[in-house]
């Protein structure tokens, strides 16, 4: 059985190519240098909590990534703190966010479109007690896409990760 590092980024590696594929050379979907342990702990003190598991590993893979779709790249963890810390994102969260995906202070931007209301989500479920109770085991947050219309909810990174792979590959089936 494949180690979660190794799904992830196996799983990376395939998204990024699938998706290159289907852009056809613009924009061009990559990966960027793997973040420090350091820069996850800053990102982890920031906002209260510490990553799940899958966001973990993702970041240690690759510290944000560029054109996820066509027009949202993932956030660096320098990016998502810097972005909780000056409340950047606290009027979009106002205007879009469901309060049936949870609290909205619970809500980290983790990535953004470049040209419509669009943004990932990553949703810290009860970010206080996790950190209060160190013998719970590690649980996994959703990753939800939220635009003016629409919101879609994966159970955790490596869902999206395969989700939107099967996505861009049947778009590149239907060219």
């Known amino acids: 059985m494949p180690s979660l590092h190794d799904e992830i980024s196996d799983a990376l590696q395939r998204g990024v190519s699938v998706r290159n ?3 056809e050379g613009e924009p061009v979907s990559q990966l960027h240098h793997a973040a420090t342990e350091a820069d996850l702990q800053a990102l982890e003190k920031t906002i209260g909590t510490k990553l799940s598991p899958t966001y973990r590993e993702f970041f240690l893979i690759s510290n944000g990534w560029d054109y996820v779709s066509a027009t949202i790249s993932l956030l660096s963890c320098a990016e998502i703190a810097e972005g909780n810390r000056k409340g950047q994102f606290d009027g979009w969260l106002s205007s879009f966010w ?24 990553i949703v810290l479920h009860d970010a206080i007690r996790r950190t209060s109770i160190p013998d719970e085991p590690e649980s996994e947050f959703p ?3 939220v635009d003016e219309s629409t919101d ?16 861009y590959s049947e778009l590149v089936q239907g060219k």
Do not use: C, H, K, Q
């Not at 879609?152 to 996505?167: H, I, K, P, S, V």
């Open 21 to 23: 594929t289907y852009f």
């Open 98 to 121: 469901d309060d049936d995906l949870g609290p909205r202070e619970n809500a980290l931007v983790f990535g953004r479109s470049s040209m419509t209301n669009g943004a990932y989500i």
């Open 143 to 145: 990753l939800v896409y």
């Open 152 to 167: 879609f909810t994966y159970l955790n990174f490596l869902e999206f990760l395969r989700a939107t792979e099967n996505d």
